[in-house]
């Protein structure tokens, strides 16, 4: 092997140790603990996101109510053909619905005794929260309201609902010819849907808790689609506020819309306070089950759930196979 | 044939010791060496500070109005989404610059600008998601350059029943090369969805309220030359 002249290796080891001077220096720049713990850097997808669910402990309690306007009438002065509780406790993002019977013989504030339904007539949707706040001594926080060509509208403004039709439907008078099983109702059909009584076994009792059915078909779509594109929940919001007339401010649309998105729509209860039918005055009314109401009411005003202890029969039982 | 002048001067000059020609070089190497480890060392430029981040603008799609009165008058409404996508845009297009392009944040783990588009309710999830929000707190020990591609962004704009914009949907698709100290490139893919509003007391017209995004990177070949590195705007 060949040496190297004295001089030149002296100035290769100079300039050796000068390269190690540099390198240590330029190595320090980078602890060592760091540089290890460097990742490949996000080679599986990740995914980061806030939802401004509300997370209150305090339940809110909405007061649904399908008018049953006609395309050309007035929502708020006809009567109500739905009436429902929608109560969601936020912090533990959960929520019942509860029907109340819309030909209920109840006292409204100001008119006497008479069936719930006309109170929307008599004093719009303030007359009807009012009663159902001495119904149930629950103070509603909002109400939101619907008429025909409106709820008609809204469910086709979200492409239809996909609802899971607990049995056979088969009536005229509604035009609800439906065979049971998962599918995506449009407007009209979702409105047969939430309209026919006659075919089922309890009649008003039984379509209530088919409309309840409808709104957790929406609560679980909401969330269905909020995951895939958050885009959509504006569709939602607009939808409901340019067809429906509600307390509700925009903003608050929202943030009950966010907080929908965070409930699990299969858990939520929907009931209807059972009661039975009578004769008042040659009106046919139901007189409510006062003991099961006040049992419900309690449970509500607790924590906005309901217990299971508390969740009475199914009026569509028979039709159930329950 | 006689050497010149000059050329006598140039074999004179290598006659000079070695030795006495490496000295200066060494002392430059050390003086070097120790002002990079006296700068506590970040890979910064030699006599600066960080490059300026590469230029980039998203790409942004036309509006969408989304109205919530039933006789809002859909032109005029559609023609001021456009307008608030004109106004947040600016916000989207520093949030990521600040998240991944700028060097002077990503090389030494300085993400706080970033978290200034964020309302305060969303700030905090956003700053315990940094590692997929951003580039990442170790991307300095990794990367040497990133490189924006094209980027696209388009908008939805709720309208309140007065016309008033209540709130705005921004879809994000930003795609970035990261150029790895190892010389090996990675495809950053940032995809997902802003909400923001209009939040009383923040210094920015449009804050983000809430954000649903997704990371999803991959190893990528190095850009081709003719590959743009900047988008540019257009309606």
Known sequence: ?322 | MTPNRAQRGASKKRRVPLALLIVPVVLVAIGVAILLALRGGDGAIIGGGDEPPPPFDFIVKPATAILTAPDADEATLSANADEVAQEITPTIDDLYTNAFLDPSNWRHDDYEEVFAAFGPDAAATAEQSLETLTLGATAGDVFDTVEPGKSKLSYQVLFDPDGEPDTAVVSVIFRATAERKSGTYLAIVSEGEFFLGQIDGQEQPWTITAFDVTRDDHETHPPSASASTSASPSA
């Open chain 1, 1 to 322: 092997m060949r040496m190297l002249p004295a001089r030149r290796r002296a100035a290769l080891l100079v300039a050796l140790v000068a390269a190690w001077v540099a390198g240590s220096a330029l190595g320090a720049t980078h602890p060592a603990g760091r540089a290890s713990a460097a990742p490949l850097f996000q080679l599986e997808p990740a995914h980061a996101e806030y939802v401004p669910v509300l997370d209150g402990t305090k339940p809110i309690y909405v007061l649904i109510i399908g008018s049953d306007a006609r395309p050309d009438q007035a929502v708020e002065s006809q009567r109500a053909d739905s009436i429902h509780i929608l109560s969601i406790n936020p912090a533990k993002h959960k929520a019942a619905i509860v029907g109340i019977p819309r030909d209920s013989y109840v006292e409204i504030p100001g008119v006497g005794q008479n069936k719930i339904n006309t109170a929307l007539f008599y004093g719009g949707p303030d007359l009807v929260v009012q009663t159902v706040e001495q119904l149930t001594d629950l103070k509603m926080d909002y109400w939101a309201m619907t008429g025909f060509a409106s709820f008609e509208q809204m469910v086709d403004d979200v492409d239809g609902l996909v609802v899971d039709v607990p049995f056979a439907m088969n009536d005229e008078a509604s035009r609800a010819f439906f065979e049971p099983g998962v599918q995506r109702l449009d407007g009209d059909n979702a409105l047969a849907f939430a309209r026919n009584r006659h075919d089922l076994p309890a009649g008003d009792f039984g379509r209530s808790e088919n409309q309840g059915r409808l709104m957790v078909a929406a609560l679980a779509q909401l969330k269905k689609e909020f995951n895939k594109d958050p885009a959509r929940m504006l569709i939602w919001a607009a939808s409901f506020v340019r067809n429906g007339t509600t307390s509700l401010a925009l903003d608050e649309v929202l943030d009950l819309a966010f907080t929908g998105t965070a409930v699990n729509a299969n858990k939520v209860e929907n009931v209807v306070f059972p009661g039975g039918v009578a004769m008042v005055g040659g009106l046919s009314v139901v007189t409510l089950n006062q003991e099961t109401l006040d049992k419900i009411s309690k449970d509500l005003a607790d924590d906005g759930l309901l217990k299971k202890a508390n969740v009475p029969p199914s009026p569509n039982e028979p039709l159930l196979g329950g």
